[in-house]
């Protein structure tokens, strides 16, 4: 059968063309996807055991900034590759950071499993505003415990995922379970509150769908998001990041070019307007949110946030609980100013307080893992 979704981007013509192309196209993402099955297979040093799992942390637009110095027999540094940020819907760099926050945390937690805890300087020289430079993130060193303070929410470390479909309209989340998410958050990683009511759900879902809207009417943010998508088994394979749009019906629309990077970037096509309905149905069917602060917005605070990002969506996925970012009402350029306010005051944050995350919550589909790039295309020298 051929989804309402490839009617409405063909228009109706070349339909059963394109039902049967998807058919006889089999996606193949095994190279792009891995790392996810090769973390910790053992490299003989457990620096580069513990990154095997860090690089599967999540990171905005799956851009995976992270690059890596080892540094004699038990450090590393972490840099952020400015090659990898976001000028357009993240010009300040906070994203990116929580980004690199959740990496650490990850690598924290397998280094754990293994006996190791972490000696980690943040920022040791300097935090850098108001975008980040070449200064390093972050320094480590792994120091041998003897014994293995092993973190609960390492077992949920494979099993992360964010969603990407809507969620089940008949499986409301609990206060039980949103307060269970809580209790994973450690005091330094922010604080987490939640909404699963009628009236604070449909007052955030507003929030979201503008936030959306304006996200894909604003040029910059718009070509921003869909130079950085991937469209079908090959494209994601030579480039295992951004956002990857895969399967037989997604393969054979970039095949037909009905699907293209151009079409997504072009407000009167139907793949915009089909870009714009796959998000906001996410909106849509979210079953709670939940939003993540701190109490100043320095770097640091960015990193540990993202801590406390990966460690919310671990405890999720250990519970079934799906859970997906909406950061478009967080973001830091001027079009989106007014509901950056907005989701401020809703919150009843005033600066420098700062959400650094808003999540929705539900029961949804298995996802797949999302592309990685592998550990050793991230490791730079010495002299670099
Ligand atoms: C700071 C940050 C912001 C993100 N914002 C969004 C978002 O607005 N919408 C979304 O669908 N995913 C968002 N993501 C999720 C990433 O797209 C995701 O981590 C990446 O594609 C890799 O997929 P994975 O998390 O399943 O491994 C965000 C992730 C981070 C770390």
């Known amino acids: 059968m051929v989804s309402r979704r490839v009617m409405l981007i063909t228009g109706g013509a070349g339909v059963a063309l394109i039902g049967a192309a998807a058919f006889r196209l089999h996606s193949n993402l095994g190279p792009a996807r891995k790392p996810w099955f090769e973390a910790g297979e053992g490299y003989d040093d457990p620096r580069l055991d513990a990154l095997s799992y860090a690089v599967l942390a999540p990171s905005p ?7 890596i110095r080892l540094d004699g027999d ?21 994203q990116t950071v929580i980004g690199l926050g959740a990496f650490l945390e990850l690598l924290r937690q397998a280094a754990a499993e293994m006996g190791y805890a972490l000696e980690t300087d943040a920022f040791p020289e300097g935090e850098a505003f108001p975008v980040l430079d070449k200064r390093p993130i972050a320094s480590v060193r792994f120091v041998k415990t003897g014994e293995r303070d092993k973190d609960p929410l390492f077992a949920a470390l494979l099993k992360r995922r964010t969603a990407r479909s809507p969620f089940d309209q008949s499986r409301p989340v609990s206060a039980e379970t949103l307060n269970a998410l809580d209790s994973v958050l450690r005091a330094e990683d922010g604080e987490f509150e939640w909404a699963n009511d009628d009236a604070n759900l449909e007052m955030l879902k507003e929030i979201c769908r503008k936030a959306w809207r304006t996200e894909m009417t604003t040029p910059g943010p718009r070509h921003e998001s869909a130079s950085y998508t991937r469209i079908g088994e090959k494209q994601i394979n030579a480039h295992p990041d951004g956002i990857s749009l895969s399967g037989p019906v997604m393969e054979a629309m970039g095949a037909f070019g009905v699907l293209t990077q151009d079409a997504m970037d072009d407000p009167d096509s139907t793949a915009f307007a089909e870009t714009i309905k796959f998000y906001e149905k996410n909106i849509d069917t979210a079953m709670a949110f939940g939003w993540l602060t701190t109490e100043n917005n320095s770097r640091k605070d960015q990193l540990r946030s993202g801590a406390g990002w990966v460690r919310l969506q671990q405890a999720a996925a250990g519970m079934g609980l799906s859970m997906q970012p909406f950061s478009q009402a967080l973001e830091e350029y001027p079009e989106m100013a007014e509901i950056l306010e907005e989701i401020h005051d809703f919150a009843g944050l005033r600066a420098p307080a700062r959400m650094q995350g808003l999540f929705r919550f539900g029961y949804g589909k298995d996802e797949p893992p999302a592309p990685r790039w592998p550990l050793e295309t991230r490791l730079v020298n010495a002299d670099a």
């Open 61 to 67: 637009h799956n851009l995976q900034p992270w690059l």
């Open 74 to 94: 038990d450090g590393l540094t972490l840099f952020c590759d400015l090659e990898r940020r976001l000028p357009e819907t993240d010009p300040l760099d906070r």
